[in-house]
Structures are given as C-alpha cells and as structure tokens.
C-alpha cells in the first residue's frame, strides 16, 4: 500500500527545497494532507480492473455499445502534473456486456496512477479484452496536459488524442468510422 510517512516526509524536503518554512502555520499540515491526496490520485495502483468486470449480463444482440464523455483526472509521470479529459470506449459484445457504471470504474482504475496517456489508451482497452472477450474495441481519449499548458512550452487548450483498437476495430475501417461519428 501507499507509504503515507514516506510521502510527508518527501513533501517536507520539498518544500525546503523550495525555501519554504515548513513551519509556518499554512504549511504545518500539508506534508500530511498531500499525502493523504496522493493516496486517492494514486489508488489505481492497488486496484485491480478485473474486480470491476468479472459481473456480465448476457445479451442476444452483439451491436456495438458506446459510453463517451468519461471525464478523467490523471498524472504525467514525467512532471507529476494532471492531464484530464474524457474517455470514449466502444466495443462489439460476444454475447456478454457489462454494466456501464464498470466501464468507467475501469478508467479510474487505469487514470488513478502515474501514467502517459497512450498507455492508459491501451491498458483500458486491454482490460475489456481480456475480461469481457468482446468482438472489439476500441478506445479515444482527448485530455490537456497541465505540463504543456502551465509550464514549458505553453500551450493552453492543445489537446492529445489516443485511439487504441482491438480485434474486429483493428481490421474494419467502417466501424471505426461509426464510432468516430457517434462520439463526435
Ligand atoms: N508521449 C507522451 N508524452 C508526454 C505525456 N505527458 C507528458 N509528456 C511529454 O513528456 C516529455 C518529457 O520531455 P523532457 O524533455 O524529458 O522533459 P522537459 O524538459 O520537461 O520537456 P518540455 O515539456 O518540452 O519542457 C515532454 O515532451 C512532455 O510533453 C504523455 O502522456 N505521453
Ligand atoms: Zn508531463
């Protein structure tokens, strides 16, 4: 599990670092209390995405399901700064589909950690393959990296995108297509 202690004591030395007073009223607490936030951005990395998709329902119909608009918060393991936007995942069933809320338990799992985001693509959409075996799937995110728009090369309001495909997405253009369209 997280190592709280080690955290406060990391963000002392930080802030000493910085020049700080670590022992002026407003910082007392916060070694402490970033640590306790570091536990919640971090939780992904005791999470399993499995736990969240071993309940399947079954269905006759195998069309494709759409859940778009998941927001996400996340960190760049390069800068330790968020990027954050939205997920859309869609994915042809075999004859299992899962509760949608599980989709996006499935991105907290993977955007709870230090990530980049073309691994977090991926991770996703790798979960749902090997946990639902659907035909398909396919997975975009667009986020803002806070390191290019703070800091360094400046630039507010670009954006990144990732596309990851997996079986049936990965060979039919047309149904990537369809996606495409429908998350528009
Ligand atoms: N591919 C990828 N790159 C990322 C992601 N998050 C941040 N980066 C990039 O990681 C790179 C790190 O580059 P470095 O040159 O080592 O670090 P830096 O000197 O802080 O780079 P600048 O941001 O260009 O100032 C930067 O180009 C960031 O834009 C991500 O999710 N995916
Ligand atoms: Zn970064």
Redesign the pocket.
């Known amino acids: 599990m997280i190592d709280k202690k080690k955290i406060t004591a990391g963000v002392k030395l930080l802030l000493e670092g910085i020049g700080e007073d670590v022992y002026r009223e407003g910082l007392l607490e916060t070694p402490e209390r970033v640590s306790r936030m570091y536990e919640e951005l971090f939780s992904g990395m005791y999470e399993d995405a499995s736990a969240h998709l071993s309940k399947r329902f079954h269905v006759k119909n195998n069309e494709m399901v759409i859940e778009k608009d998941i927001v996400f918060y996340s960190m760049?393991?390069?800068?330790m700064l968020p990027?954050y936007g939205k997920v859309h995942i869609g994915y042809i069933p075999n004859g299992e589909v899962v509760g949608l809320s599980k989709l996006a338990r499935t991105v907290e799992v993977f955007a709870r950690r230090l990530?980049?985001?073309?691994?977090m693509t991926a991770q996703i959409a790798d979960a749902l393959m090997d946990n639902l075996l659907p035909k398909g799937v396919i997975v975009m995110i667009d986020a803002e990296?806070m390191?290019?728009t703070m800091?360094?090369?400046k630039k507010p309001g670009s954006k990144?995108v990732t596309v990851v495909t997996r079986g049936e997405f990965s060979q039919d253009e047309t149904l990537q297509n369809r996606f495409f369209q429908m998350v528009k």
């Open positions: 760049c393991e390069h800068h990027f990530q980049l985001q073309e691994q990296h390191c290019m800091r360094g090369i990144t």
